[in-house]
Each structure stands twice: as structure tokens, then as C-alpha cells.
């Protein structure tokens, strides 16, 4: 006598949750992403506000607003084996995610077949956008930050490049990632108040924008025709297009005088050297002694402020160590 065969196993249907990116603009979906959204059966998401919504309906699908529960949803694609996709807010959906992994964690369901599918990706750097956002509100809500000027953030630039700089010869990886951060602060913040001046106002972009250009326009070996081999051939496109960008009629215009004095006096002698100018002059004290150092420094491909901080440094450690010995 045949078996009787054995009654299929009944449908339990699909979710797709669709995750997408608030930092792509709305309706640049993946091509998966819209072929899920034509082929479900039903189409949900929790927020009426969703940015995808109109680009959604717009291409013809029906979007219903509904937040249901794990359980609500496993019982809707069991009904006919449906496929449900879920519009994910910019969170996610962490209440039915986990809802429906302590489902399928008891053993004691059928579950509908689960599919992650991200609509859309994040591009590199598109964190700044984040940044831009929260500056922008901190500088309209925050009693502190919305009668800031550039003249009073000046100083905190300076002590920021210079917790930079400590960080970068501490070789403390997460501090120098934290103190970048904070010089980024600083360049978006004065963007900010930048822009709110009445009378030659700029922006974020216009900062970016020019950086951008200049980059392009003194890499000619990268963006153009132009060929270099050599760190030196690139520093020579650099200068070459730089002299021709500002126009000076000296090689001292441009150079920060505010500058730590040994950085000024490298700087000076290494603008000397390239335009084949020996002006370095003679005279008494330490001072003079001190410039003809650094400029001897310069010329021998030593940056004279970074070799005197780290021997600062050392001086240091010597002194603790002197400290420690005499504690002893």
C-alpha cells in the first residue's frame, strides 16, 4: 500500500526590510531595492514623513503607514505566503527586528524568509553631511555658539592644531582621530559664522569648493597632462602654479609673521632658497645664531620646529626622569 505523500508545508512568505541612507538624496534607490518594492505584495512604513515616500508613489507603489508588530507582520505573509517590504526609518526598525528574532530564537514558528536589503549607501564622507546639520542647529539653538565670531574662536583654532600636532608625535591613534575632529570642528564652525555676515557671507560649500579647485588646478600630473616622478617634480608644479595663482611681487608675501619663530625663520630661508636669494643677515646674539640654525636646518631637508620639539620632548622626559631619581 503507497504512503499517502505528504501535505506541502504552508507558505510562510518573505519580509524585506529596506534600510536607506538620509544622506543620499531621496529616491536614488538601488536597482534591488525598486524591484523589491514592485514585486511585494504589500508595501509598509511606520513614518508618514519618510523622505522615500513621495519618490516611492510617485513610481507607482503603494506605500501603506502602518507600524505592526513581529507578530502581526509573520501572520501577514503567512496569509498566502506574501512578501511584505518595510520601509526602515533612519534608526531602522529595532523594535521589529528584535520582535522577530525572538520568534525565530523560540523554535516555535514558522518564519517568513528574512531579507536585509540596503536601497542605498552612504559615499565616502558623507558623515560631513551629518556635521554640517548638527552645526547649523548648535548654531541657531545654543545660547553659546549662536553669538560666537571669528576673533573669539581664534584661540581655539591655535590650541586645537596644537593638540593635533601632540597627538600626531604621541603615535596615540584614537587621540589623533578625536583631535582631527576637533580642528574639522573648527573649520566648519567659522564656515558657519561665515555665513551669516551680512555683507560678504560664504559657506561650507564655498570653503570646500575652493579647496577643491586649488587641489586640481596644482596637481596638473594628476588631473591634467602634465607628468611628475618625483615628490620633488610635484613640489615644483606646486610652487610654479601657486606663483602664478597669487601673483606676488615678493617670495615673503603669504608667510604667517604670527608663526612660532623658528617655523617663521624655516620658512623664510626655505622661500629664499628656492628663488636662489642669499639675504641671510649677520649679527650679534642668540637670535641671529638661532636664524642662521634654522635656515643651515631648512636647506638640509629638516624642519627645524619639529627637530627642537622633539628634543623639547626628550628634555622633558629627562627632567621626569631626574624627578623620579631624586623622589627615590
Not at 50 to 56: A, C, D, N, R, S
Request: include cysteine; aromatic fraction near 4%; charge should be negative.
Amino acid at each position: 500500500m503507497n504512503a499517502s505523500p505528504a501535505a506541502p508545508a504552508p507558505a510562510t512568505g518573505r519580509v524585506v526590510l529596506l534600510t536607506t541612507s538620509h544622506r543620499v538624496a531621496p529616491g536614488l534607490l538601488s536597482w534591488p531595492a525598486w524591484q523589491a518594492l514592485r514585486t511585494a505584495d504589500r508595501v509598509l512604513c511606520a513614518d508618514p514623513d519618510h523622505p522615500q515616500l513621495p519618490y516611492v508613489r510617485e513610481a507607482g507603489v503603494t506605500v501603506e503607514i502602518a507600524r505592526p508588530t513581529a507578530r502581526e507582520l509573520v501572520d501577514v505573509c503567512a496569509d498566502g505566503g506574501l512578501t511584505v517590504a518595510v520601509v526602515a526609518g533612519a534608526e531602522g526598525e529595532p523594535e521589529l527586528t528584535d520582535g522577530l528574532a525572538r520568534l525565530a530564537g523560540s523554535g516555535r514558528e514558522a518564519m517568513p524568509e528574512l531579507e536585509l536589503l540596503p536601497g542605498s549607501y552612504d559615499l565616502p564622507g558623507a558623515r560631513l553631511l551629518d556635521l554640517v546639520r548638527v552645526m547649523d542647529r548648535i548654531r541657531r539653538e545654543c545660547p553659546w555658539s549662536e553669538s560666537r565670531t571669528h576673533q573669539e574662536l581664534a584661540k581655539y583654532g591655535l590650541e586645537e592644531a596644537y593638540e593635533l600636532i601632540e597627538a600626531i608625535e604621541d603615535g596615540d591613534r584614537e587621540t589623533l582621530r578625536e583631535e582631527l575632529g576637533d580642528v574639522l570642528l573648527q573649520v566648519v564652525f567659522h564656515a558657519r559664522i561665515a555665513q551669516d555676515d551680512p555683507d560678504e557671507p560664504f559657506t561650507i560649500d564655498d570653503v570646500a569648493g575652493g579647496i577643491v579647485e586649488k587641489l586640481i588646478h596644482r596637481h596638473p600630473h594628476v588631473f591634467g597632462e602634465e607628468t611628475a616622478e618625483t615628490p620633488e617634480e610635484v613640489k615644483a608644479h606646486w610652487l610654479r602654479t601657486k606663483a602664478i595663482e597669487k601673483r606676488r611681487t615678493s617670495v615673503t608675501e603669504g608667510v604667517p609673521m604670527g608663526q612660532p619663530a623658528l617655523a617663521l625663520a624655516a620658512k623664510l630661508a626655505g622661500r629664499a632658497r628656492t628663488a636662489g636669494i642669499d639675504a641671510l643677515p649677520a649679527g650679534e646674539g642668540v637670535g641671529y645664531e638661532l636664524l642662521a640654525l634654522a635656515a643651515r636646518a631648512e636647506a638640509e631637508g629638516t624642519d627645524p620646529e619639529t627637530a627642537l620639539r622633539a628634543a623639547a620632548r626628550a628634555y622633558r622626559d629627562a627632567i621626569l626622569a631626574a624627578e623620579a631619581g631624586g623622589a627615590g
